[in-house]
């Protein structure tokens, strides 16, 4: 399992996951970088996402969709707020209407992902802020936890299999 840690920081309002690699930063870089790889691992293993949108450049925006097991769609949006590639990614991540927008019914989260070498392997630590713990324990109470480390399983073998 590439995920080795989870920390809920009720007081910081943050959930932490701590994921290692088996590959460089630049090569764990690319399955955020590229939508069709990303497309492979985002969602979970029964709710795969579809990106519709993916400017991966400060200020761009993703829309996309995750697609449940009776064909149920959750849809989502980023805005990039940072990118130092390979090794620092900052965005915006919220819930989207059928139409791809933003909805105004819960704020967004942010999320941080750091990429550091580890001699042969890579390690990622993403850490997601909420703005209230109301907004956490919600989070918390749709699967976020068990939902990302799940995603993140999958990582691993996209990383063997996607070409480089």
């Known amino acids: 399992m590439t995920v080795i840690s989870t920390h809920k920081d009720s007081e ?27 497309e492979r691992w985002w969602g979970p293993p029964t ?18 969709f995750m697609t449940g097991p009776e064909g149920e769609k959750a849809r989502g949006w980023w805005t990039i707020t ?32 750091t990429i550091e070498g580890l001699g042969t392997g890579s390690r990622m630590t993403t850490v997601t802020t909420f703005t209230s713990a109301e907004q956490l324990e919600k989070m918390l109470a749709m699967g976020m936890e ?7 399983g999958q990582i691993d073998t996209l990383l063997v299999d996607a070409p480089h």
């Not at 519709?52 to 200020?59: K, R």
């Not at 965005?91 to 909805?103: L, S």
Request: hydrophobic residues 40%; glycine residues 8%; proline residues 7%.
């Open 12 to 38: 910081a309002l943050t959930l932490t996951f701590v994921a290692e690699f088996d590959a460089d930063p630049e090569r764990v870089w690319q399955v955020w970088e590229d939508p069709r790889q990303l």
């Open 47 to 64: 709710w795969p996402a579809t990106f519709e949108q993916h400017d991966f450049v400060v200020g761009g925006r993703s829309r996309y």
């Open 82 to 113: 940072a990118i130092e590639a390979p090794h620092r990614l900052e965005f915006d991540d919220g819930f989207a209407g059928d139409d791809g927008e933003p909805v105004t019914t819960m704020e967004p989260t942010r999320a941080v992902v």
């Open 146 to 152: 068990e939902g990302m480390r799940l995603a993140m």
